[in-house]
């Protein structure tokens, strides 16, 4: 096998939010195949100084800081009738590194993470080129125009990204989504499947990490009497932002007046100020960025995901499960994991009644729960290893023999 060139649209290091995550754990399953080398973007002084961990992975790398001011990116992307995604990541050192590396090393194989770095595939490469749009991003802000959010750019993204998942998935050998139900998403909403292989490839847990056992829960919750609520994400994240404030509006006003203590914890990195003004509202405590989040998870006695537009596999949620809390989330948040509800975990649409319902069954019935945590573990155990998706990737790099039929 030839070289693998990796493009990821965030350095994959330190993995710490859902798609770094994610694109950490394909470019350490990508080097046990072949040497890779990486083309990524820093955004953070934190990213920033990940050049020694990307050279010790890569035969060659560029870590180029991304600082375009949305605004500038706004206008970009109009002139060129370019989606916004697009044009925020777009920049001329990535491209001069792309060229270099397809002149000076043999690449067999492109392998795009994101759908932000697919226009650096040059026109002219004609090797086997993998893209893992992950999610369909163009649902999630089709989604944000139809709830009245910025509806015209909202609409406006929707169009253009759809358009370039389109060209991804005529263009790619192979195109991966992170669950079946995106894949068929993605599928339908194309015109002609002629010539594309449209795959999922789900997220994986690690589970070593992530296992109570050893781990202390954090003395606060611990302590608390009432039912502590547990919600996990990045705060300034639109969808993670809308779940918190409906816990906050609808949830936790009716859930006291039956638990007069109950506390819901939002743990997550860069709250939005807006967010941190509910600081102290119906027993809420908004903690931002934490060391580790698995005390946090050992202690709650319910992780809550209510996320109302949900795309993919939730990380929250699989980390909540391996640490056997038992979960409450919204059918969107479920997607994905092929788990069973009231088994591994309980799902409800989001009605504030139906919440409060849910909640006080598992806070009244600790036996259960804690029966929900422990067939919460054992699933993401058995089903959901990033040696699983390790296993897949040779067969997705490789190259697809002539005559051979792609759906």
């Not at 990821?8 to 290091?13: C, D, G, I, L």
């Not at 392998?111 to 490469?125: A, E």
Request: glycine share 8%; net charge neutral.
């Amino acid at each position: 096998m030839g070289d693998i060139l990796f493009l990821a649209h965030r350095v994959p290091f330190p993995p710490d939010r859902g798609d770094k995550i994610r694109s950490h754990h394909l470019l350490r399953g990508l080097a046990r195949l072949g040497r890779v080398h990486v083309g990524t973007f820093a955004e953070t002084e934190t990213d920033l100084a990940q050049k020694g961990v990307l050279a010790d992975i890569a035969k060659t790398h560029a870590l180029i800081e991304r600082s375009k001011p949305l605004p500038v990116a706004g206008i970009q992307a109009v002139l060129a009738n370019k989606p916004v995604s697009l044009a925020a990541f777009q920049h001329e050192a990535m491209r001069r590194y792309v060229h270099k590396t397809l002149c000076n090393h043999r690449i067999d194989t492109i392998f795009v993470f994101s759908g932000q770095m697919g226009q650096y595939i040059p026109d002219n490469y004609h090797g086997h080129l993998v893209v893992d749009l992950c999610d369909v991003d163009s649902a999630k802000f089709a989604a944000y125009a139809k709830a009245g959010q910025r509806k015209w750019l909202n609409g406006r993204e929707a169009r253009l990204l759809a358009r370039e998942e389109a060209r991804l998935a005529h263009r790619a050998d192979r195109l991966l989504l992170i669950s079946s139900a995106e894949a068929n998403l993605l599928a339908s909403n194309l015109d002609s499947l002629s010539g594309t292989d449209i795959r999922s490839l789900g997220n994986g847990i690690d589970a070593d990490f992530f296992d109570p056992v050893g781990v202390a829960g954090q003395e606060e919750l611990v302590e608390a009497e009432d039912p502590q609520i547990l919600f996990t994400g990045q705060m300034d994240y639109a969808p993670n932002i809308a779940a918190a404030e409906w816990m906050i509006d609808a949830v936790m006003p009716r859930l006291r007046k039956r638990f007069s203590r109950a506390r819901f914890h939002i743990v997550g990195r860069a709250p939005t100020a807006a967010l941190k003004a509910r600081h102290g509202e119906s027993g809420t405590r908004v903690w931002g960025e934490v060391p580790d989040v698995r005390p946090f998870l050992k202690a709650a006695d319910i992780v809550a995901a209510p996320l109302m537009i949900a795309r993919g596999v939730q990380n929250k949620v699989l980390e909540a499960m391996a640490m056997a809390r038992p979960v409450l989330l919204t059918p969107g948040a479920a997607n994905g994991i092929e788990a069973e509800s009231d088994v591994h975990f309980a799902v409800a649409k989001p009605d504030p009644g139906l919440w409060v319902e849910r909640i006080e069954q598992l806070a009244s019935d600790v036996a259960a729960a804690r029966g929900m945590g422990v067939a919460a573990r054992r699933f993401v155990v058995e089903n959901m290893s990033w040696d699983s998706v390790y296993a897949q990737l040779p067969q997705i790099l490789a190259p697809v023999k002539a005559g051979q039929d792609a759906t």
